[in-house]
C-alpha cells in the first residue's frame, strides 16, 4: 500500500506556500497529500474565513494539482480539531500496515509534546518536518520529550517511510518563501494589493469576490 500523507491545518487563507510544501513532499516521497483543514483549530484563535470558505478556497487551489487531495474529515466533526482523533480515524480504514505521515512545520514539530495524546500519535504515523529556511533546527534543540524518544527515528531517505507504517522522522528541506497566512490576511485588511501575488489567481478573487479578512 502507497504512503499517504496528511497535510493539516487552518489554511486562513491557503496561500503559495502551503502549495509548495504540498508538492514538494508529493514529488520527493512519491505520495498523495491530503490538505485536512481544522474546523476549530485548538492551538489558535478563531479564524477569519469560516470553514466553508476555507475548504472552498483549498478546492479552488488544488483544482489542476495532481496528487493533492481534501480529506473534510475534521471539518465533518464537531468539537475542536485534535490530530489524534483524525490519525486514529483513518488507521481505523486504511488498516494497521498501511504506511501514514503527518506534514507539519517545524515549529508545530517542536511543539509535539503539548499536542493532545501526542505519543499515542506518534505511534501510529511518521512525521514529516516541512523545514524553510530560518526555521532549521539542530537535534540538540529537541525539547526534551522528543529528544527521548528520537533514536532510530530520523531517516535520510524517504523509502523507510514508504516501506513501514509509522514511527519514522523525516526533514523535507524547502526553498524560502514569503507567503504566511496571517501576513496575507493583514496586507488584505490593509488593503495592499501585493497579497493577491501570494495566492493562486482562483484565490484571490474568492477572497475579493467574499469580501474576506476586511475590516469588519
Do not use: C
Request: charged residues 20%.
Amino acid at each position: 500500500m502507497s504512503l499517504r500523507i496528511q497535510y493539516g491545518g487552518s489554511f486562513d487563507p491557503v496561500h503559495r506556500g502551503h502549495l509548495a510544501i504540498a508538492r514538494a513532499a508529493r514529488d520527493t516521497l512519491q505520495a498523495d497529500v491530503h490538505f485536512m483543514p481544522a474546523a476549530d483549530p485548538p492551538h489558535k484563535g478563531p479564524t477569519g474565513a469560516d470553514a466553508g470558505e476555507r475548504l472552498a478556497m483549498l478546492r479552488l487551489a488544488i483544482a489542476d494539482e495532481p496528487g493533492l487531495a481534501i480529506d473534510t474529515r475534521e471539518l465533518q466533526r464537531a468539537g475542536p480539531s485534535y490530530s489524534i482523533d483524525s490519525v486514529l480515524e483513518l488507521r481505523a480504514a486504511l488498516g494497521a500496515d498501511a504506511p501514514l505521515a503527518l506534514l507539519l512545520g517545524a515549529d508545530s514539530f517542536l511543539s509535539l509534546p503539548h499536542w493532545r495524546h501526542w505519543q499515542a500519535l506518534l505511534a501510529q504515523v511518521h512525521i514529516i518536518i516541512a523545514e524553510r529556511p530560518g526555521s532549521a533546527f539542530a537535534q540538540s534543540d529537541l525539547p526534551p520529550a522528543l529528544a527521548a524518544i528520537a533514536e532510530g527515528r530520523w531517516q535520510n531517505s524517504p523509502q523507510p517511510l514508504q516501506q513501514t507504517a509509522a514511527g519514522y522522522w523525516y526533514r523535507l528541506s524547502l526553498p524560502l518563501r514569503p507567503e504566511s497566512s496571517s501576513a496575507l490576511r493583514r496586507t488584505v485588511q490593509q488593503n495592499q494589493p501585493h497579497w493577491r501575488e501570494w495566492t493562486p489567481p482562483a484565490v484571490a478573487r474568492y477572497i475579493d469576490t467574499h469580501q474576506l479578512y476586511r475590516a469588519r
